[in-house]
């Protein structure tokens, strides 16, 4: 999604004159143009994140939008503390760009993935998050970011689109309509969740929804195929608590719903202390195409 980010950018560099952007030293071979096109307005801060934010923080502060952008561990973790102190309390309008959410970085191990991402900028209150799933998802998301005056945290992924028309970005949108199970999830891991679906009999089973940002409220679409289904599976490429199997959980038992499964897979970290390529590790924590299809199986049998 990285190259499908920077054309945008590169676009959008010509109309928004305040765009200022900060990168930790990563971009080669994707971020060039846009770096033609800024030219002064196109900071590469080094490998001081940190301070990178500090600068976001002051140069938003004098009235810029300003894009960081780096690989997602880099831009979250490493960082929280100025973005806690120095950009979400005072709601500074700072656009925080990870590329390579969950274990997008693969054979690199911890250091470069990120599964903890969604938990770390959910607690920052002033925080919009967005996490876009398919590759048409991308210039849509942008096109929300760069009109909202806040600070946001956009988690970038393999790009793909599906074989199908799927509708629009929102907030939380419905992929597939099916009767039997309620599934949801975010990211680019949608496509392992339709290619469970391609081995079963029936589309028609699996009522498929997509998160694309937090924080998050039901549609009302929703709440009906919980009702109608009373199964629920939650899959995500992130830790169990602080994800959206948390947030959705939540919401669940705050509205009193009494669901007669709920299933919550999400990434394991290394049981195995082991590192490999992104599908890999999918596979390690059972959120491939294969297990999915055998949870949805067993909760429909």
Known sequence: MRKLF??????????????????GDVGFM????????????????GVAEQNMIGVAAGLAFMGNMVWCYSIAPFVTARVYEQLRNDVDLHCMNVKVVGNGGGYGYGIMGPTHHTIDDIALMHALRNFKIYVPAFASDVEQVLKLMVNE?????????????????????????????????????AGPLIHEVIGSM???????????????????????????????????????????????????????????????????????GYPSKRYGSQMWHRKECKIDSEAIYYDIMDMIA
């Open 6 to 23: 920077a054309k945008f950018m590169e676009n959008v560099s010509f109309e928004k004159e305040n765009i200022v952007f900060l990168t």
């Open 30 to 45: 994707s971020l060039e143009g846009l770096r033609e096109n800024l030219k002064h307005r196109f900071i590469n801060a």
């Open 149 to 185: 005056n806040v600070p946001s945290y956009l988690r970038l992924g393999l790009a793909q689109d599906a074989a199908f028309d799927v509708p629009v970005f929102s907030p939380m949108r419905n992929i597939s309509r099916g009767d039997k199970i309620t599934v949801v999830t």
């Open 198 to 268: 391609d081995k079963l009999s029936g589309k028609e089973v699996v009522d498929l929804w997509c998160i694309g940002q937090l924080p998050l409220s039901f549609p009302d679409e929703f709440i009906l195929s919980l009702r109608k289904t009373k199964k629920l599976l939650v899959l995500e490429e992130h830790i169990s608590h602080g994800g959206i199997g948390s947030v959705i959980s939540t919401e669940v038992l705050s509205k009193g719903f009494a669901l007669d499964m709920f299933v919550h897979r999400y990434a394991l």
